[in-house]
């Protein structure tokens, strides 16, 4: 017993020393981001944003944000993200058509079709604004 004990309190000892033992999890790169629309051929009203760098996926009823005369924005407390390459698209609530889609399109094939986005931001700590300009047919994509 005396023995476990001993090992016990040495694991203990080493483990306070160095820190925890995954660096892999302290030291994991993370940038914030802001999702912005501008120009976009979508009626006034509300839509999310889905994407696989959110922390519950592709979910179509969360991250509501409201579009006004082609403009809006989301900037909302889960927009933090380990994934350099982020994929997203926009819906209506609880829905998978893309309103935009086909005056406009992504640069990401879905289902055959080019309503996805995809861009890639630096992993520096910092945030970033998304903008996707959909005054063109294909959208325009930029991180600030």
């Known amino acids: ?15 306070v020393a160095t820190g925890c033992p995954s660096a892999t ?16 051929p ?9 994407g696989g760098f959110f922390k519950d996926g592709w979910a179509n009823d969360k991250r509501e944000f409201a579009v006004a005369g082609g403009a809006g924005t989301y ?19 609880g829905s998978w ?3 935009f889609f086909p ?3 992504g ?3 879905d289902f055959g079709k080019m309503q996805n986005f995809k861009v890639k931001i630096p992993m520096d700590g910092q945030a970033h604004v998304i903008t ?10 930029s991180v600030e």
């Open 107 to 109: 640069n990401e094939n």
């Open 97 to 99: 058509e893309r309103p």
């Open 132 to 141: 996707v300009d959909g005054s063109t047919a294909d959208a325009t994509i």
């Open 103 to 105: 005056a406009t399109k």
């Open 75 to 93: 900037d909302g407390d889960d927009c933090a993200t380990t994934k350099a390459d982020l994929y997203f698209s926009i819906v209506k609530p």
């Open 1 to 15: 017993m005396k023995k476990i004990l001993i090992a016990v309190i040495a694991a203990l000892v080493v483990f």
């Open 25 to 40: 999890l302290h030291n994991t790169p993370i940038s914030y981001v802001t999702l912005s629309v501008v120009n976009m």
């Open 42 to 50: 979508m009626a006034d009203g509300n839509y999310c944003f889905v």
